[in-house]
């Protein structure tokens, strides 16, 4: 079991900064593959960006490519999300998530409870 909580959204201006934090617990986490996503209001739930723990890449969607950054605290067993440069359009709810494959792209088992992103024009 992995228990994934994620907190950090708000609301914020367009151009702004935002951090997301996913604290994880429940087993170690060498093997598991984490992720980012997003359901905007009435759309479906999308990949935002995921690394394998083990691994050294990060995947980012081409939508937040360059404005986004998926970091961690092995010591904290904590993943962040750094938005920058916001726009509306990213306005979701945001979701941490992980499983214990290695591809960051689909077939999450793990999720958190999301966070909500609002982005003012």
């Known amino acids: 079991q992995v228990q994934l909580v994620e907190s950090g959204g708000g609301l914020v201006q367009a151009g702004g900064s935002l951090r997301l934090s996913c604290g994880a617990s429940?087993?170690?986490?060498?093997?598991?593959?984490m992720g980012w996503f997003r359901q905007p209001p009435g759309k479906e739930r999308e990949f935002v960006g995921g690394?394998?723990?083990?691994?050294?890449?990060?995947y980012y969607a081409e939508s937040v490519k360059g404005r986004f950054t998926i970091s961690r605290d092995n010591a904290k067993n904590t993943v962040y999300l750094q938005m920058n440069s916001l726009k509306p359009e990213d306005t979701a709810v945001y979701y941490c998530?992980?499983?214990?494959?290695?591809?960051?792209?689909?077939?999450?088992?793990?999720w958190g409870q999301g966070t909500q992103v609002t982005v003012s024009s």
């Open positions: 998530a992980a499983k214990t494959g290695y591809s960051v792209w689909s077939d999450y088992t793990y």
């Open positions: 429940g087993r170690t986490f060498s093997s598991l593959t």
């Open positions: 690394f394998s723990w083990s691994g050294g890449n990060t």
